[in-house]
């Protein structure tokens, strides 16, 4: 079966230092990753796909087949970037989304 | 980008009852639902497949009579707490995948908090 690990529960980072959270996967498939962020009182919502390769808000991510892992990085952190984030995998034929248990960033002013 | 839409947002009710939450896409039509329970400080954990017109599909370990899930229209799923208690308390999410759009994204309700008294 497939599984998501965020191994980080919580995370600080001071304004303007880089951001890297987390997020390692066992599948034994072609998997999609994703990165979805939920801001204070708002609802999930998609932040980047690996397969899109864009760049969000500043932040990117990318797959690493060989380390099995889908790090989500920002080079300057920025205030507004306190939210939580949950890693997600897709895996290939399916459409059920399995999430990691998600990582709280909060930017120190 | 497109939206769903939960509710009630916020729902408290006595042991025993039973709860409707509803779940609309608002601007697109979704075959699909997915139902979703998060405990707190917990990830999200997938309950249900909602299919339009036909059976639910359930992941293992989910009592399906004491979840019922309805999918009667292309833009509207509701998941049913039966003789709901206090263990069933907890954050209930849905999504739904909008096919038209250019990537197939998942789009999430804004979840609705189900406390049992």
């Known amino acids: 079966a497939q599984r998501v690990t965020q191994p980080e529960k919580l995370l600080s980072v001071f304004k303007g230092a ?38 969000i808000k500043g932040f990117t991510a990318d797959l690493n087949k060989g380390e099995t892992s889908f790090h989500l990085k920002k080079p300057f952190a920025q205030e507004e970037d306190s ?23 909060t930017i120190i002013p | 980008g497109a939206v769903v839409s939960q509710h009630p947002s916020w729902v408290i009710c006595k042991s025993g009852t039973s709860v409707k939450i509803e779940c609309r896409s608002l601007d697109f039509q979704a075959t699909t639902m997915f139902w979703y329970r998060q405990f707190p400080k917990q990830s999200l954990m997938l309950m249900a497949t909602s299919n339009e017109g036909s ?3 359930y ?41 038209t759009g250019r990537t197939g994204e998942l789009f999430f309700g804004e979840g609705s908090r189900l406390t049992v008294l």
């Open chain 2, 59 to 99: 992941e293992q370990g989910v009592e399906k009579d004491k979840f019922l899930i309805n999918h009667a229209s292309l833009t509207l799923s509701t998941l049913t707490v039966t003789s709901a208690h206090p263990e069933d308390s907890s954050f209930y999410i849905c999504s739904a995948r909008d096919l």
């Open chain 1, 18 to 55: 880089p951001v890297e959270l987390k997020c390692n996967y066992s599948y034994s498939g072609s998997p999609e990753l994703f990165w979805y962020v939920q801001y204070s009182r708002q609802r999930l919502q998609l932040l980047l796909r690996h397969i899109s390769r864009e760049s």
């Open chain 1, 83 to 105: 939210a939580m984030y949950y890693c997600a995998l897709l895996r290939f034929g399916n459409e059920k989304l399995t999430f990691g248990t998600g990582t709280r960033l």
């Open chain 2, 55 to 57: 059976k639910a599909t």
